[in-house]
């Protein structure tokens, strides 16, 4: 008999973290290893217990869900991510697919398919909600949101445009650097190359920017 797969589930509510642990365990294909209610502690636990799969919520308090898919899939290379989310915003999938996230299903899907897609991406494969897969395409360079043109965030590192989502949160540089584990120098210089790129001279104009964008929404 093959091993169970073992997962990670990330969730800052604890009946969403509760009901689906109880529905995967008794289903005796998973081992849920852990719970984390927020993406810092999502990437402490994924590092110490290197799990087939984490189930990661994307709109959560603190750091951000792609910043901590980054890091899990850089130091626990053979786990895979699968975003479990109520959103199907398109900058939320073109950012799912930056961080190589082998998965994007709905919270409004039943358990049944929430354990297909675990099954499905534990196994090398990938899994998308129908809401998500009418918006990628895949050529010979990967996966990619269709008709994703030239605007100007899309001109911004990964790093940059989380400086920015924090930004339109209203976060201070000192919290953003504790936030993102990095200085505040090194947040100041994004803040600076932020304005240079989307010509806006000043940090209330750039929050301007950023919130109606929609990246200070859920």
């Not at 091993?3 to 589930?9: A, G, S, Y």
């Not at 994924?46 to 869900?65: E, F, N, S, T």
């Not at 053979?78 to 697919?97: K, M, N, P, Q, V």
């Not at 445009?161 to 994004?190: C, F, P, Q, W």
Request: glycine share 6%; charged share 25%.
């Amino acid at each position: 008999m093959s091993r169970p797969i073992t997962v990670l589930l990330v969730d800052d509510h604890a009946l969403v973290r509760n009901t689906l642990s109880a529905w995967l365990r008794q289903t005796g294909r998973f081992e849920i290893v852990g719970a984390a209610a927020d993406a810092d502690t999502a990437v402490t636990e994924a590092i110490r217990l290197q799990p087939d799969v984490v189930v990661m919520d994307i709109d959560m308090p603190g750091l951000l869900a792609f910043d901590a898919a980054r890091v899990i899939r850089s130091r626990s290379p053979g786990t895979r991510i699968l975003f479990l989310s109520a959103y199907f915003h398109d900058r939320y999938i073109e950012e799912a697919l930056n961080v190589e996230a082998s998965g994007y299903i709905g919270k409004g899907q039943p358990p049944e398919r929430v354990a297909e897609a675990i099954a499905t991406v534990a196994s090398g494969g990938v899994s998308f909600a129908p809401e998500v897969q009418s918006r990628i395409v895949i050529d010979q360079t990967g996966l990619h949101l269709a008709g994703s043109g030239r605007t100007r965030t899309s001109t911004l590192t990964p790093r940059e445009l989380e400086v920015l989502r924090y930004v339109a949160r209203g976060m201070a540089k000192k919290d953003i650097a504790k936030t993102m584990h990095l200085s505040v120098k090194t947040v100041d210089n994004h803040c600076t190359s932020l304005m240079t790129k989307l010509d806006i001279h000043d940090r209330v104009d750039l929050a301007r920017f950023a919130i109606r964008e929609g990246l200070a929404e859920p």
